[in-house]
């Protein structure tokens, strides 16, 4: 099993999450490409941390957002979505390169992840981006996701992830974070979800119905409070329960 987070979020002096403690917990790491949230020192700092490390190096591609964290939703025309989508991961690609790492795979960020579940013409942007970059590069996103269905129509290797910290809708879709309890605290509760979401590939969504999602990876969000403290439990809870993590890519 994968265990991702969402690292390289920081921007100029402004510091978000333990980096340094995340990158050290987890198999792969989603990093901001400059548009949700990063910027050029705090990718070079990032790519360098995975290469060290051994942690392979994802991009967190997401809306041109700063001021809303890319968490709001934007409408944007075909080519204005394949255009910053392209640039991000020029951008994050460049500068793995440059300290010897990669970028092994894209994961959307935010409200560009939660609108790409439903929304077929952003999606085939996005696709349409990924493809004409790197043919072959790897897509992490929500089952059943429009994200994932066309993706996987292109030939792109799809892979599966789930959210401990995150509640579920019966659907198999996050509760939205506008809405209480979205998010997950009770770090003895988040690594029981994350064996049985590793170990029987199901999450009890918030009315009580059984989601079936069998991931290839698991998220922790690595700005959440207590990250490092529920990022450590989870890893010590999977290992405990014979789980061997590795990165799906």
Known sequence: MDLNADLGESFGSWNMGDDAAMFRLVTSANVAC????????????SCR??????????????YRDLAGFGRRSLDMSFDELFGDVLY???????????????????????????RLVHDAEQASAVVAAI????PGLPILGLPGS?????????GHPVFVEAFVDRAYQADGTLV????????????????????????????????????QVRPDSL?????????????AGVR?????????????A
């Open 219 to 231: 998220c922790i969000h690595g700005d959440a409070p207590g990250a490092v403290e529920m990022a």
């Open 49 to 62: 941390a995975a290469f060290e490390l051994d942690v392979t190096v994802g991009a967190h591609v997401g």
């Open 88 to 114: 991000q991961l020029g951008a994050l690609d460049g500068v793995a390169h440059a300290v010897g790492a990669s970028v092994d795979y894209v994961k959307p960020h935010g409200a560009l992840y939660n």
């Open 176 to 211: 939205p974070r506008s809405q209480a309890g979205a998010v997950l605290h009770d770090v003895d509760s988040i690594v029981e979800r994350a064996v049985r979401l590793a170990t029987k590939g199901e999450v009890v969504a918030v009315d009580g119905t059984v989601v």
């Open 146 to 154: 429009q994200l994932l269905i066309q993706a996987k129509e292109a």
């Open 34 to 45: 400059g548009f949700h949230a990063g910027d050029p020192v705090t990718m070079l700092d």
């Open 131 to 134: 493809q004409a970059y790197d």
């Open 236 to 248: 010590a809870g999977l290992e405990a329960a014979g789980v061997q993590l590795e990165s799906f």
